[in-house]
């Protein structure tokens, strides 16, 4: 069985008369540890997609299966716990919690899990330990993002979902964070997720989801993931 079985996932925002469809009977499946890209324009639907894996919202109808549990049915307490113990999420504005040091921001969130990793150790791996008592005003935008990735993986998450990493970042830093979240994925055995609107940075997944006005255009595994080194855009 995959690790994650998307059935026919349809998301719709009501307001008034108004229904807006974001997610239109998605279906899809994705292997355990695989790096996994989706592609699509601003308002395709990506980031609902992403947040129903994370269990930040539940779907209108489908099922989202992770490791054989359907969270869709699962109620706000047992989606608080999924949300702590499972998952990572990386997000474009780094959403650091400014009046704290990188080192704490990291801290945070091993402290609301059994099992997380050392921080010492996570802020090496994502190449900070020289920055851990810098807040992060005082950190550019590339080293902020990688605070914010030591934060996702120190709980130790079985999937980690990054929306638009690099949506704020100059190019040569954007590859860096790429990196970062390509190893840190590699060392912890982490199934990945990575929302862009860039092809280019799409052909680094192990399978490319692409998603078009609400609705899975293609899905595609790809046997031989494109090298950062050799992605350009
Ligand atoms: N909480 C919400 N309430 C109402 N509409 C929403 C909400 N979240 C997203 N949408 C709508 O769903 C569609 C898809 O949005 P989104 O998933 O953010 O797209 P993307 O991340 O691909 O840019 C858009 O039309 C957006 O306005
Ligand atoms: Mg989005």
């Known amino acids: 069985m995959a690790y994650i079985e998307v059935r026919h996932v349809t998301r719709e925002f009501r307001s008034g008369t ?22 699509g324009p601003s308002g395709a639907g990506k980031s609902t997609l992403l ?10 109808s489908g099922e989202v299966l ?3 549990t359907d969270i869709a049915k699962f109620s706000t307490k047992q989606l608080t716990t999924y949300r702590r113990q499972a998952v ?14 990188a080192r704490e921001n990291v801290e945070l969130s091993s402290q609301i899990t059994q099992d ?12 900070l330990s020289q920055r851990a008592q810098n ?9 902020q993002q990688r605070v914010a990735i030591a934060r996702a993986v120190a709980k130790k998450p079985k999937l ?15 590859k860096q964070v790429l990196r970062v979240i390509q190893d840190a994925a590699q060392q912890t055995q982490t199934t990945v997720i990575i929302v862009t609107h860039n092809s280019a ?9 692409r998603i078009n006005d609400a609705q899975i255009q293609s899905v595609t595994p790809n046997a031989h993931p494109t090298p950062l080194d050799e992605i350009t855009w």
């Open 18 to 39: 108004q229904t807006t469809v974001a997610n239109r009977d998605l279906s899809f499946e994705v292997e355990r540890g695989n790096v996994v890209t989706i592609l």
């Open 51 to 60: 947040n129903i894996l994370g269990g930040m919202d539940t779907p209108t």
């Open 88 to 101: 990572g999420f990386v997000f474009q504005f780094y959403n650091l919690i400014s009046n704290l040091t």
């Open 201 to 209: 940075i799409a052909q680094m997944g192990d399978l490319v989801i």
């Open 66 to 68: 992770i490791d054989g």
């Open 160 to 174: 980690l979902l990054c929306d638009e990493p690099t949506g704020a970042l100059d190019y040569k830093t954007g």
């Open 116 to 127: 997380a990793r050392d921080v010492s150790e996570t802020l090496e791996l994502v190449g």
């Open 135 to 143: 807040f992060p005003a005082q950190l550019s935008g590339g080293e």
